[in-house]
Structure formats: C-alpha cells, structure tokens
C-alpha cells in the first residue's frame, strides 16, 4: 500500500475515534470512568500522524536510494531528503498540484512514481523540458540541438553487482545550471535515439549512464507523477561523511 495512503487512513481513523468519543460515547461512561484503550490510542496518536503526515506531504519527505543508477552523485544506502513544495503543494494521495511554485528544471534531481508503476518512487535528474529536442549520441546529450558540455574528471571505480570490480570514465557535465559528475561505461553500447518531450512531461537519465533504467527505455515522466526535488543526503550507515551532502 502506498504510504501516504496508509498514513491518510490511519489518521482518518484515529482522528474519527477521538472525535467519536468527544461528541457522544464519553457522555455515556460515568462519572470518573476510564477511556476505553481505543480512545486513549487514538487520542495519543493521532497529534503524531498528523504532524507526521502534513511534513511528509507539504514539506519534505525521506528516501533511500535502493541501487546505483545515480553514482556518483547518490550512492546506494544513502538516505536523502526531498523538497515537497519546490514543484508546488498537491493533493496527498491523488497528487494533483492544487497551488504552483515552479516547474522541474533541467539538471535537477528529481523523485518521482514510476510510470509503469506508480506505487514504485524513482530518482533520476531531469535532462529534458516539455517542448526539447533531445539527441543522445555516441554517449554525449544534445538538447535542442546543442551539445551538453562534458569535461573528463579521471575514473571511477566501484563494486558492481556481482562483486565485479567496475572502472569507468568520470566526467563533469553542465546541465542547465547544474554541474554534477557522470559516469560513463565504455564497455557498454551506446543507446543512440532523438525524441521530442511532449507537453506536460518531462525526459530523465541517470547519472550512472551506461547503469540506468531511465526515460531511454520506458519514456516520460509526466507532471502529475511528480514528487519533490532531491536537495541533501540526511543519512549514510557506511560512509558518515556523507552526511549533509547537498546534492548538486
């Protein structure tokens, strides 16, 4: 079940009970009689769920990040923390913007439910805007035409699934105004396509390229399956120094 889903329904319940209890069944117990436990939960818990559920829903909302798609900028383990109203505030659950903010911008790293599994979060970096004309070719972004510029930054060496020791190119790209670091696996075919993003949608790649199940293979991501912008690394168990990490 989805979380924020859960989390409604909990505080539906709790909220109900407490309320129950306040209007009418407490005006049947005798005088200096004790709350039913159902009650004394309910009216424990619910404060809890609410805060609980309107940080998560209009503030910010933990994650985990589950595989490597994004190394070297999130590495599996760390724990992030997402801005829930940089995009605009929704509706929790249905996810529909009821108040604008602003719109994803290229290069920002970006959460969101997977489009052939909404009850799946993802977390790529945007790459294209509704309207771009996106290239990728010999391993390099075009966007509207124009090269995405890269600059070699040394190797990157890492534990690939398998225990196989894995070494790739490491390059620092622009993307927008954001400069972040990529990976590039040489020994991987390039995936050579054009695509114009249509209205409404947006097209994500991994920072991990050759490693990244992305809008390469199953298309866009559209507005209303957007969940917030990824701004900082809270938690890392393995590497402490990661932590308070803003990610670029």
């Known amino acids: 079940m989805n979380f924020a889903l859960f989390m409604l329904i909990a ?17 049947s117990r005798a005088l200096g009689a004790k709350e039913p436990v159902l009650v004394e939960y309910s009216k424990s818990f619910f404060p809890v769920i609410l805060a609980v559920f309107l940080i998560r829903s209009f503030l910010v909302e933990p ?3 589950p595989s490597g798609s994004m190394m ?8 992030i923390l997402v801005n829930k109203y940089t ?10 913007t009821f108040l604008e903010v602003k719109h994803p911008q290229r290069g920002e790293v970006m959460v969101f439910r997977f489009p052939k599994d909404p009850s799946l979060d993802y977390i790529k970096r945007v790459v294209g805007l509704p309207g771009d004309r996106i290239e990728y070719r010999n391993k390099q972004i075009m966007v509207n035409g124009q090269p995405v510029a890269q600059q ?6 890492y534990v690939a699934p398998g225990l196989n020791q894995v070494s790739v190119r490491r390059l620092q790209e622009q993307l927008g105004e954001h400069r972040h670091d990529i990976l590039i696996d040489d ?9 114009t993003v249509p209205e409404g949608q947006y097209f994500v790649m991994g ?7 992305d809008s390469r293979f199953w298309g866009f ?12 690394i809270w938690w890392n168990f393995d590497n402490l120094g990661r932590i308070g990490t803003t990610i670029k």
């Not at 070297?72 to 724990?79: A, R």
């Open 11 to 27: 505080l539906l319940l709790t909220g109900g009970i407490w309320l129950l209890d306040h209007l009418w069944l407490r005006k």
């Open 207 to 213: 920072d991990n390229r050759d490693n990244s199940n």
């Open 187 to 195: 020994n991987n075919p390039a995936l050579d396509g054009e695509i």
């Open 87 to 96: 995009y605009g505030l929704r509706v929790p659950v249905l996810n529909n």
């Open 221 to 232: 991501v559209p507005d209303r399956n957007v969940v917030g912008r990824a701004f900082m």
């Open 63 to 65: 994650f985990k990040i």
């Open 72 to 79: 070297p900028t999130l590495l599996v383990g760390d724990f």
């Open 152 to 157: 070699e930054n040394g190797y990157y060496e």
